[in-house]
T-cell receptor, first 117, second 113 residues
Framework: GAVVSQHPSRVICKSGTSVKIECRSL??????MFWYRQFPKQSLMLMAT?????????EQGVEKDKFLINHASLTLSTLTVTSAHPEDSSFYIC?????????????FGDGTRLSIL | AQSVTQPDIHITVSEGASLELRCNYS??????LFWYVQSPGQGLQLLLK??????LVQGIKGFEAEFKRSQSSFNLRKPSVHWSDAAEYFC???????????FGKGTKLSVKP
C-alpha cells in the first residue's frame, strides 16, 4: 500500500519550454503533498508544500511564479516548471502524506530527472 | 534550530557483516523519526518510523532502529548486510500539522562482496 506515482520519470527539453510533472497517490488520499529538489549527491531540498484546494506554501528562495503547483484533488498534485532554463535541470521528487495526525509518514514518488538543453 | 545530522557520509561494509548508521537530531518537541532508503535515480522508500512507545522499532528488509532520547539519536541497524542494501540512507525528523520533514544529508552505503 501507500504507492505514489510520479510522471514522467525523465524529461529532456529545450530552454524556454514549460514542463509539467504529475504526482499521484494511487491507493490513499493525501491532503498534503510535498515537492523536493535533489542535487547530485545531496539531500532533498523542500521546495513547497501543497494542500488540496488551497495555494501552495513555498520555501524561502523558491520562485512561486517559476514553479507552479496545483493540488486539485486528494490524489493529484502537479508541478509546472515554467520557461525552464539549464539551471533548472535537477531531480525533482514528490511525496504524499496520508490523512491523519502529525506522525503520518510521507510516501515518495520515483522522481523526475529534468534536463534542460 | 531543528536539524538532523548523519555524521557518516560514506560507509563500506562486507556482505554479511553488521551495520549501524548514525543519526542525531535536534527538535523542539516530541519528534517523529523516520529512516528512508534511496537507490540511484529513484525516489525514497520508507524503512521504518518511530512515533511513540517501544523505542526499538522494526522495519522492512530486516532493518531496525533504536530511539534514545537522552542521546537525541535514532541509529539504524541491520545484523547482516546483503549486497542489495547498497544505497543512500536518509534519516528524517518531522512533526506538526503539515508533517514537514527535515532530512539529514544522507549516508551512502557500499557493500563489499
Amino acid at each position: 500500500g501507500a504507492v505514489v506515482s510520479q510522471h514522467p520519470s525523465r524529461v529532456i527539453c529545450k530552454s524556454g519550454t514549460s514542463v509539467k510533472i504529475e504526482c499521484r497517490s494511487l491507493d490513499f488520499q493525501a491532503t498534503t503533498m510535498f515537492w523536493y529538489r535533489q542535487f547530485p549527491k545531496q539531500s532533498l531540498m523542500l521546495m513547497a508544500t501543497s494542500n488540496e484546494g488551497s495555494k501552495a506554501t513555498y520555501e524561502q528562495g523558491v520562485e512561486k511564479d517559476k514553479f507552479l503547483i496545483n493540488h486539485a484533488s486528494l490524489t493529484l498534485s502537479t508541478l509546472t516548471v515554467t520557461s525552464a532554463h539549464p539551471e533548472d535541470s535537477s531531480f525533482y521528487i514528490c511525496s504524499a502524506r496520508e490523512i491523519g495526525g502529525g506522525g503520518q509518514p510521507q510516501h515518495f514518488g520515483d522522481g523526475t530527472r529534468l534536463s534542460i538543453l | 534550530a531543528q536539524s538532523v545530522t548523519q555524521p557518516d557520509i560514506h560507509i563500506t561494509v562486507s556482505e554479511g557483516a553488521s551495520l549501524e548508521l548514525r543519526c542525531n537530531y535536534s527538535y523542539g518537541a516530541t519528534p517523529y523519526l523516520f529512516w528512508y532508503v534511496q537507490s540511484p535515480g529513484q525516489g525514497l522508500q520508507l524503512l521504518l518510523k518511530y512515533f511513540s512507545g517501544d523505542t526499538l522499532v522494526q522495519g522492512i528488509k530486516g532493518f531496525e532502529a533504536e530511539f534514545k532520547r537522552s542521546q537525541s539519536s535514532f541509529n539504524l541497524r541491520k545484523p547482516s548486510v546483503h549486497w542489495s542494501d547498497a544505497a543512500e540512507y536518509f534519516c528524517a525528523v518531522g512533526g506538526g500539522s503539515q508533517g514537514n520533514l527535515i532530512f539529514g544529508k544522507g549516508t551512502k552505503l557500499s557493500v563489499k562482496p
